[in-house]
């Protein structure tokens, strides 16, 4: 671009971007008709920032700014629009905003969710897509798929995709599987205020699938983090959760930037091969709040999985999917040995116990060890919820966890009460911050003699010390016995008739403890140690 005039500089930049220069021109517009923010002028065309950029470049001359605002100056917008032609609508209606309309009243609502829903947590990748998204997915879904009576599943869902889909359709079932806490105890307590079928189940993809989510769903819906091994690993999981191959479909959200197909035939590669079917992409179906390099925008892919599907999921997964943090593809991800050396000795307590090698944070099967044999564990990547988990995995005399020492259960009193008391019939917990180094911490975790708990903290440490069992059945089992203990005879139909009143949330019941989100573990177990204590 050599020449001095904005308007040739702007004309010679969409003609660059030859069929494609159409969402440029909505740029040019939206600049002309008044203020608009830069991520107004990312998102509502769904041009990567550094386009929009290099256009505000180009028209500096003719651009005023007021702080991330920008127009073209009002007595030049007029030249703009005549010598660019941008009277006629640049943003043809789309049929399925229409349809939204229907819905209109819903946006509200689903507004103030996404406003009261915890904030993004950067190192699982979370970008919170716009109210009209939501309304998007679920006036969609609708509309392609009969959701009365149906099952879907939300595989992560941080833009309450589960909540919106109710709103449109509430007899449908949902699943909602998802790493972080807060989210899932957010769409507890919305779903019980609003009576909507939704039920929530904590997992962390890498280390495996909750049984309750395995072959559970018609539909499976998921936004996850837009690298090729994060993608491959949520359709993998996706395919997984699936109960008719033929039948169903998984529906991801997936955006890659235009200045980077590079990387969108990585990711599409990836899920070929898993031997799904490509059966619709959906451009620029998706618009967020953020994600401004791919143009605050993403396509839905609607796929299918096939008869090859099922033999190729048992893949390896890497902890390494994102694209922020320390479990971001980029990051080293590695421990210092001097670090691990000191957690090994921590775990040792000074040389009386054994200790094997440092295991990793995964807890998809029990961490066991012999006795006078201690566990140490290396969880310094732990975005949260793990450090948890692990004890909850874990089987041995003393555990010795490392982790970062900004971990949010170590940063202040709330979190550290919160989870002592979460194992506080298993573990007495030690928490030595800024060991070995300032960067780190390590929780040392004793094992609680079964002698020194009374008949209801028994009763409670029998399931706690089994997290990968049914809670069903190890409660209904351990009452028993508990009930025989003090002379009464208990039957396994009454037996499951006192735990089914006394459970919180009876759903719980064929769940794993390991799977059982959070917020609702420790009322469980007040109600277990309750119940034997009523059998006195």
Request: aromatic fraction near 4%.
């Amino acid at each position: 671009m050599t020449t001095d005039d904005p308007v040739q500089r702007v004309s010679d930049l969409l003609a660059a971007h030859g069929v494609h220069g159409r969402r440029l021109r909505t740029v040019v517009a939206l600049l002309a008709s008044g203020w608009q923010s830069l991520a107004e002028l990312v998102r509502q065309p769904a041009v990567p920032r550094r386009t929009v950029e290099e256009l505000l470049t180009a028209i500096e001359a003719d651009v005023e700014r007021d702080g991330d605002r920008y127009r073209i100056r009002p007595w030049r917008s007029t030249v703009y629009r005549e010598h660019l032609e941008l009277g006629r609508s640049l943003t043809p209606a789309d049929p399925l905003d229409i349809a939204a309309q229907a819905h209109e009243e819903l946006v509200t609502g689903i507004k103030q969710d996404i406003h009261a829903v915890p904030g993004p947590m950067p190192a699982l990748d979370h970008v919170a897509a716009t109210a009209r998204t939501m309304l998007r997915r679920a006036v969609w879904l609708d509309e392609q798929y009969t959701l009365s009576g149906a099952r879907l599943l939300c595989l992560g869902d941080h833009d309450l995709t589960s909540l919106a889909a109710c709103a449109v359709r509430p007899d449908l079932e949902v699943l909602v599987v998802d790493l972080d806490e807060r989210v899932l105890e957010f769409i507890d307590s919305r779903a019980a205020e609003r009576g909507l079928n939704i039920r929530c189940v904590h997992a962390d993809f890498r280390f495996g699938l909750p049984p309750a989510a395995q072959g559970w769903a018609d539909l499976v819906f998921t936004d996850p983090p837009y690298t090729p091994e994060g993608i491959g690993l949520f359709v993998a999981r996706a395919a997984a959760c699936l109960r008719d191959t033929d039948l169903g479909r998984i529906l991801l959200a997936y955006g890659f930037s235009e200045r980077n197909p590079t990387l969108g035939l990585k990711v599409q590669q990836e899920i070929l091969q898993l031997g799904v079917l490509f059966e619709a992409i959906l451009p620029r179906f998706n618009r967020y709040h953020g994600a401004q390099a791919v143009g605050s925008a993403s396509e839905l892919y609607v796929l299918r999985a096939t008869s090859k599907t099922r033999k190729l999921l048992e893949r390896p997964a890497s902890t390494a999917i994102y694209t922020h943090g320390p479990q971001s593809v980029e990051a080293q991800g590695k421990t210092s040995p001097d670090s691990v050396e000191a957690l090994r000795a921590i775990a040792s307590a000074d040389g009386r116990l054994q200790v094997g090698a440092v295991r990793g944070p995964a807890w998809d099967q029990p961490l066991n060890a012999a006795k006078d044999t201690a566990l140490a564990v290396n969880a310094t990547g732990d975005p949260g919820p793990w450090l948890l988990r692990v004890l909850l995995a874990s089987s041995a005399q003393r555990v010795a966890v490392l982790v970062a020492n900004n971990h949010l259960d170590l940063a202040n009193q709330a979190g550290q009460r919160a989870l002592t008391a979460a194992l506080r019939q298993k573990y007495r917990l030690r928490l030595l911050r800024s060991t070995p180094d300032d960067r780190s911490a390590v929780v040392v975790a004793e094992q609680i003699p079964a002698d020194r708990l009374d008949a209801g903290e028994r009763l409670a440490r029998h399931i706690l010390d089994r997290a990968h069992g049914k809670i069903g059945n190890l409660w209904r089992e351990g009452l028993i016995t508990a009930a025989k203990a003090a002379g009464i005879t208990l039957t396994r139909n009454a037996a499951r008739d006192l735990i089914t009143e006394a459970a919180p949330t009876p759903a719980d019941l064929d769940l794993r403890l390991i799977d059982v989100p959070r917020h609702r573990i420790a009322p469980l177990l007040d109600a277990v140690t309750a119940s034997a204590a009523d059998l006195s």
